[in-house]
């Protein structure tokens, strides 16, 4: 026996998930592991599955909406917005200007509280147990604003064809207001605490490499590919609802590595303050909150894809309407599922300690992926 | 599928109601916005539109408009090449799958693939009809990588094959399960599944 073949290692199989804390959700991916390295991993999907895409064919347009709730889970309020918005395209129905208001409004705070989730088990996939209880004190006063306004503080169903369901409570302009310091004096705190930590600096730097090229290959979009260094934002480039009226930056990250993808997190949430405050300038005090849409929904005889920025990436709707009151086909193009794609390459090489940390940096919602 | 015919009443929908709302005095109702013009190419678009004909001549592309999206049918056997061509066409450079969806016409199926060109900001919707009785379409993959698990959520759902995919196996449903429950001539809900 040569001494090669004394040394030689075996791979090991190890299966993590689908019950896996850190894998955020029910996701179970297999790792073909040489001692502490990762040579391969297959990611295993599908354990959510509740075939919302089907179940959409036989759904009204306008109960549908709650199809929508339970996909992205975590920016709920985006994702209403993809269904409604592909909607109202394909009817060329014009939204009230104020309806459009109060929804980017939800929609940034939506945004600022999913990444703030993101921002807190970031922490906990570290090790760190501290940025969790940032995260969450932030987030509690955004789901306290939403439930204020919805009634209900996941699932809203507040988004309608045309419109929104009800008027929002009469102070929502004062309570957001008043909301809007605190959150930015939390994102400072939590900035401070985690982003430049050596401990958590050394664990993420470096690790998950994704060039900008292999990102677009496999798909990558929102706040993952920007950490790449391509400054797509849906936002930006294709405005939809009135993202063309605010003034905001992109971040891009420079090594597309965990902690770049961290960091474009934690600046898109200043940013979305910066929309949120700008959105409430401009906003008409009063005036209609819905379209007058008669009866049931009946888009048109055609197709419509639309695309809207979702705290995960690129979320699009391919709807396909034959006249009736219900979609003949309807394809929702997840971020989460996209971005899960490029969680192979991004593994090989590293170490099984990092996995859970280039997970969560991807921050997937298993709902959307699994629809 | 029930062929449904678009209803002249409904097209003319958004004109009846921006006279209604002319008429309308009860000062109950909400002053209705007006309707907006009728969604179509941008400039983009219909520079795309008129672009299209020249580096896709080979493929015999058919080049509609659906509401802002270029929409570009070609047969299955030349779909490769077509791809291949968006591509890698310095005028064209689609080098962004966005969404790749099957839908199910029951006379036949349809591959739809969103594209996007970062260089030249335009969009694109290809299409590719397949048959019922062997639904089949060649595999992307090589030419956009991120066609991988949509390819495979295809085969899942709806039983479309993409000959030439690298890693064909189940993604979505468990291994065992029978049928494809995209298609419409899948029962909604008296199936048994346990």
Not at chain 1, 90 to 98: G, I, S, T, Y
């Amino acid at each position: 026996m040569t001494e090669a073949q004394r040394l030689e290692s075996v791979d090991i199989l190890v299966n993590m998930g689908p019950q896996h804390p850190s894998t955020h959700g029910v996701f179970r991916m297999v790792l073909w592991v040489d001692g502490e390295r990762i040579v391969d991993c297959d990611p295993h999907i599908g354990y959510l599955h509740r075939g919302s895409e089907k179940l959409s064919e036989g759904e009204l347009y306008s109960q549908i909406i709650t199809l929508f709730d339970r996909l992205d889970y975590i920016g709920n309020f985006n994702t209403e917005l993809a269904f409604v918005g592909a909607v109202e395209k394909l009817m060329n129905l014009a939204v009230p200007e104020r309806a459009e208001y109060i929804r980017v409004i939800l929609c940034e705070l939506n945004r600022i509280s999913s990444h703030m989730l993101f921002y807190g088990t970031m922490g906990l996939d570290a090790g760190a147990m501290t940025p969790i209880m940032y995260g969450f004190r932030e987030r509690e006063r955004i789901q306290n604003l939403f439930e204020a306004v919805t009634g209900a503080r996941m699932m809203h169903n507040y988004f309608r064809i045309g419109g929104l369901r009800e008027e929002p409570p009469d102070d929502f302009v004062a309570r957001v207001r008043g909301v809007l310091p605190a959150i930015e004096q939390g994102i400072e705190e939590g900035d401070r605490l985690l982003t430049y930590n050596e401990v958590f600096l050394a664990r993420s730097r470096g690790i998950g490499v994704l060039s900008g090229q292999e990102a677009l290959d496999y798909g990558l979009t929102g706040p993952s590919l920007r950490a790449s260094g391509i400054p797509d934002d849906i936002r930006a480039i294709e405005p939809y609802s009135i993202y063309d009226r605010f003034d905001f930056d992109i971040p891009i990250g420079e090594n597309g590595d965990t902690w770049d993808r961290y960091a474009m997190r934690v600046e898109e949430m200043r940013q979305s303050v910066k929309i949120v405050k700008q959105a409430l300038e401009q906003m008409p005090e009063s005036g209609p909150i819905k379209a007058q849409v008669r009866g049931i929904p009946r888009p048109p005889k055609g197709e419509a894809y639309f695309r809207a920025e979702n705290p995960r990436g690129e979320i699009g709707v391919y709807l396909v309407s034959d006249g009736g009151d219900k979609p003949y086909r309807l394809k929702i193009r997840p971020p989460s599922f996209a971005n899960l794609q490029a969680l192979r390459p991004m593994l090989r090489n590293t170490y099984v300690a990092d996995a859970v940390m280039v997970l969560g940096s991807l921050d997937i919602v298993l709902g959307e992926v699994d629809r | 599928m029930e062929e449904v015919t678009p209803q002249p009443d409904q097209e003319s929908t958004p004109s009846q109601e921006a006279s209604s709302q002319e008429s309308a005095t009860a000062p109950a109702r909400a002053p209705r916005q007006p309707a907006p013009p009728p969604i179509g190419l941008d400039g983009r678009g219909e520079a795309l539109k008129a672009l299209l004909p020249g580096p896709l001549a080979p493929f015999e592309p058919e080049v509609d408009t659906a509401l802002d999206e270029v929409v570009v049918t070609v047969a299955s056997e030349r779909l490769l090449d077509a791809c291949a061509t968006l591509r890698s066409d310095p005028s064209l450079s689609f080098d962004y799958l966005r969404c790749l969806s099957v839908v199910d016409y029951e006379d036949r199926f349809q591959v739809v693939y969103h594209l996007w060109s970062r260089e030249h900001r335009h969009k694109l919707t290809l299409k590719v009809d397949t048959t019922v009785e062997s639904p089949s379409v060649p595999s992307v993959t090589g030419v956009w990588r991120g066609a991988d698990w949509f390819e495979r959520e295809g085969y899942d759902l709806f039983g479309v094959e993409f000959p030439g995919h690298p890693d064909p196996r189940v993604l979505i449903l468990y291994e065992e399960f029978e049928g494809f429950p995209g298609r419409k001539s899948f029962p909604f809900h008296d199936y048994q599944e346990w």
